[in-house]
């Protein structure tokens, strides 16, 4: 069992009771891509200052309340079944109140492609898993997040960071920071430790559940969210010595006590299954055509190369299962090699396939969002990409044949 008092070693925590005492801290991150925000983590935490602070570059204001958020998806489920999933980091401001979308210049797209681009691999592949979109949309789950609230981060400003910086970095730091601060919060195993694990019939107080995580955590209470009568979400609050990209979070029971769960008879249903991203339980057909569709109009699909048409579509070999199979055309076997999609020779990956009312959309690296720079009519063919990075957004229907 970890609380959140005994993982303050390992990820730059400090205790908000005076009566504890850690005895180190370190930088919040390890990681591949490194930032150094040069801010000093032994000054005043956010919302507790007494007087103005003039470098907002090392500490967050005026939105200085931090909450990392975690959903319980479970009709669809997403996710592992035995862990929460992400839902994001927000900035608030100190009486719970929040803006959002505060710079639409840095409301970047192709979030997969930034992280890779600097480095931060690991961390893709741990979103691809543990930070996924009940639509199947991950991408631009990823990308609302940081639009709505990553750009309202003091500390993430872009003259915040050092010199040379590449465009982007503080949207990188800003996911490595989530992401870090996610694995510190073990939500699922927290509960399993108290006693309380998902069931089909057990229900639950609400005092039982925070003071199960209470505990847990070291003495912090978080809010809980409810769908109805189902645990839903839940809410960890913190204050915030230095910078997101490398201070220190310090965890705070959560400010106001307005719960969306009533006080009794909540319920905490198992996930159907788990996985990075939401599938369809069907079989998938083994030849099928990929149709293209615009705002539920169909748009033309795909050729055998991997192309976006309006001609003739061609007919796909489908191998495997709906949470990871293969697909071949005439050309060959068809893949994504760095946000492109081809057939061919050489080109090989997986897919999965999402359900989206009656239709099967075709995924791949946990978005089925597809982008390309216009839009076919006639002879004219374009090449198609993951993301919402380009003019044309669609999705790609895998039709029986």
Known sequence: MYSLLSIVGLLGFVAANPLISPTQTINLLDRAFNVDSGCSTSG???????????????????????????FWDTDPSTGPSDSWTIHGLWPDHCD????????????????????????????????????????????????????KHGTCMSTLETDCLPSGSAKGAEAVAYFETAVT??????????????????????????????????????????????????????????????????????????????WSCPSSGIKYPPKSGGSGTTTTSGSLPAKATIVALQSGSQVG???????????????????????SFTMTSSKGTCGVSGGAFSCGSGVSSTFSAVSSGSDLLLASGGTSTWTSDGKPSGSTVYPVFTGTARSQDYTLVIRST
């Open 301 to 323: 699909g795909l050729l055998s190369l991997g192309t976006w048409s309006t001609q003739s579509l061609a007919t796909f070999t489908i191998t495997g299962t709906a949470s």
């Open 96 to 147: 719970s109140t929040f803006d959002q979308s505060c710079d639409s210049s840095r409301a970047y797209t192709d979030i997969a492609g930034l992280l890779t681009d600097n480095g931060a691999n690991s961390t893709l592949s741990y979103m691809q898993t543990y930070w996924v979109d009940i639509n199947g949309n991950d991408e631009s789950f990823w990308e609302h997040e940081w639009a």
């Open 181 to 258: 601060l996610f694995k510190s919060l073990p939500t699922y195993e927290w509960l399993a430790d108290q006693g309380i694990t998902p069931s089909s019939s057990t229900t639950h107080t609400l005092s039982a559940l925070t003071s199960a995580l209470k505990t847990a955590s070291g003495g912090y209470t978080p809010a809980l969210d409810c769908d109805g009568s189902n645990l839903n979400q839940i809410y960890w609050y913190f204050h915030l010595k230095g910078s997101v990209i490398d201070g220190t979070f310090v965890p705070i029971c959560m400010p106001s006590t307005s």
């Open 44 to 70: 005043t935490a956010s919302c507790t200052n007494s007087s103005s602070v003039s470098d907002l570059c090392c500490f967050e204001y005026p939105r200085g309340l931090l909450v990392q958020t975690q």
